[in-house]
Every structure is written in C-alpha cells, then in structure tokens.
C-alpha cells in the first residue's frame, strides 16, 4: 500500500523556471509533511516541511502548498536554478518525530 | 555541530552472511531511525529506537533487528543476506518531537 503518492517521476526545467512537484496522502491521520532534497552520493537533507493547519509556507524561492481537504500537497521551486538539480521526496508522518512514509521520489533536472 | 554518522560507507557481503551497520546521532538526539533505499523501492521505514528501546518496526522480516548504546548510538544488524538486500541503508536522528536528521548512508552490496 503506498500511501504517499509522487508525480511526475522525473521532470525537467529550464533555469529561471518553476519546478512542481505534486504529492497524495491517503491516511488523515498523518499531521506533519516534509520535503527532502537528495543529492547523489548523500542522504536526504530536510528542505522544507509543513502542518495541515496552514494551506501554504514559503523560504525563500521553495513553497510548500497543502490542500486538506484533497489530501494534496505540492512543492515549488521558483526561479530554478542548476544547483536544484537533485532528486525529492515528498513525505508524511503523524508528528515530526515518528516514522516517515516517503514517496517514490522526483529527479529533478534543471537546464543550464 | 556534527551530524549523524554512519561507518561504514561501504560493505560488501556474500549471501548468507551477517552484516552490521552503525549510526552516531546529533549530540542530543536520542532518537535513531534506520531506513532502506533500495533501487525501484523508494525510502522504506524499518526501525526507530528511542532511549534504548524498540518504538516502532517496519514491515521487514525478523533478520533484520538492531539496537540503541546508552550513548544513543544504534547498531542494524541483518542476518542471512540475500540479495534483495543490496540498498542504501540511512540512519536519522531526531529529539522529542524535532524533525529527522540523515546520515550519508551505508552501501551494503550482497554478492
């Protein structure tokens, strides 16, 4: 059962452009939604996260949107840049320091 | 500040054999979470201990199993390899209700 759900799989951008990353959660019961940029060769660094209390939360050019009622929450990357390019997973847990479901991931290519 | 570490970067196993995998968390965290990056299968929750006990368990077989040092340090143990098991295996930490920390991970290779 996968209960986060990540598209589109892979995605590319020219530089200067928005970035989008879409995700689903199916369990209402998760309270806390991280995002996570991996580059190749680490582990996952937490980027940004948000509460379902809060429909947007935006640093500096990335903005988390959260739709409660659709179970949908989404990343932008404004003005990307090549150093974005990297992959993302969106996640989910019921509180920040329980167990994280992630989805599948997005590498994200933004051309030069 | 440092942050978690895991040792070693890479281990190469044969089928069979037993493989163990260390974690240092944030000075501070007593927290530890194992996960597994395994190719086509995303990040998979397997283990989180907190204050030397067992929280919670992902749905892996019993061959996988670990612990927590009173120093917060963790140790996953996986026994009879098999070569499903090759991933990326990352420990985080955290303190009460702080959000996870990653180490660089442990390439575990099964031959």
């Known amino acids: 059962q996968q209960q986060v759900k990540q598209s589109p799989q892979s995605l590319i951008v020219q530089k200067g452009g928005i970035s989008i990353i879409n995700c689903a959660y199916e369990?209402?019961?998760?309270?806390?939604f991280p995002w996570y940029q991996q580059f190749p060769g680490k582990g996952p660094a937490l980027l940004i996260a948000?509460?379902?209390?809060?429909s947007e939360k935006k640093e500096g050019r990335f903005t988390i949107s959260f739709n409660k009622s659709a179970k949908q929450f989404s990343l932008h990357i404004m003005d990307s840049q090549p150093g974005d390019s990297a992959t993302y997973f969106c996640?989910?847990?019921?509180?920040?320091?329980?167990?994280?479901?992630f989805g599948k991931g997005t590498r994200l290519h933004i051309l030069p | 500040e440092a942050g978690v570490t895991q040792s070693p970067t890479h281990l190469i196993k044969t089928r069979g054999q037993q493989a163990t995998l260390r974690c240092s968390p944030i000075?501070?965290?007593?927290?530890v979470y194992w996960y597994q990056q395994a190719l086509g299968l995303g990040l998979q929750f397997l283990l989180w201990?907190?204050?030397?006990?067992?929280?919670n368990r992902g749905n892996f077989p019993p061959r996988f199993s670990g612990r927590q040092f009173p120093n917060y340090s963790s140790e996953l143990n996986v026994n009879a390899l098999e070569l499903e098991d090759s991933a990326l295996y990352l420990c985080?930490?955290?303190?009460?209700?702080?959000?996870?920390?990653f180490g660089d991970g442990t390439r575990l290779s099964i031959l």
């Open positions: 985080a930490s955290s303190s009460s209700n702080q959000p996870q920390h």
């Open positions: 948000i509460r379902p209390d809060v």
């Open positions: 996640a989910a847990s019921k509180a920040r320091d329980d167990k994280i479901i």
């Open positions: 201990y907190d204050e030397g006990e067992e929280r």
């Open positions: 369990n209402t019961a998760f309270d806390y």
């Open positions: 000075s501070g965290h007593t927290s």
